[in-house]
């Protein structure tokens, strides 16, 4: 198989639809045709090494329709930035939890009653953040482990070994030792969609693959596993927001 050796990645823009649209030019020794991927980091195009510029603009104008369609897709799913201060909203299982700051010397948080209170060592936002990642990190670590635990047991799979990660690209990973990562910023999502995510890396336990076989013991575990993939899909930015 010949090497895929990088020779250059280059910003570069295109005119497309009715405006410029912002890629970056990855050129390869080994590669034979043009990829083009959209993520939330914008187009990529990757080309050949010596594939002419016309050329390779040419074939990315022949996807315009859809390339703007998956930009348009994801500048709908940019996080929302969270602002520190009193009464912003943050999420908990699906459900609204509102912030809310309480002067102290030890950085604390609890949630009561709808309300996250924190308290703090000063008003920077840097530090809030701080203590509610700390409390959303314990949070998960707690109630996410339970959880996979008991979708385990009602699967009839032994329990797996489970930590939190920090991933932001994705909610959960399986791997050969039995061990389930789950996302800590999982923990802000519908309980259901919460679910769907563990059984979906529970199914990996008994096929490390994305087979046929996988999907349908996805939806033996979770029946209406396809509805609500779709529904993640479109409202995860909303549980990535810091």
Known sequence: ???????SRDPRRLDLGAGAVEYVLVRRRGRRGVGLKVDERGLTVSAPATMALSRIEALVRESERWILKKIAEWSARQVPAVEWRDGAPLHFLGERVTLRLAPGTRPAAQLVA????????????????????RWYRRAAREWLAERTRLLALRAGI?????????????????????EVRLAWRLVKAPLDLV????CHELAHLRHMN??????AEVERQCPDYERLRAELFATDHLYRSF
Do not use: K
Request: hydrophobic letters at 40%; a positive charge.
């Open 114 to 133: 709808g309300e996250l209170r924190v308290v703090s060592r000063d008003a920077s936002a840097e530090d809030i953040r701080r203590v509610v990642v």
């Open 195 to 198: 679910d769907y995510v563990i």
């Open 210 to 215: 994305h087979s046929r076989a996988f999907w």
């Open 158 to 178: 032994e329990p797996p070994g489970f930590r939190v990660s920090s991933a932001m690209a994705r909610w959960g990973s399986c791997n050969s030792r039995r």
């Open 1 to 7: 198989m010949p090497s895929r050796e990088l020779v």
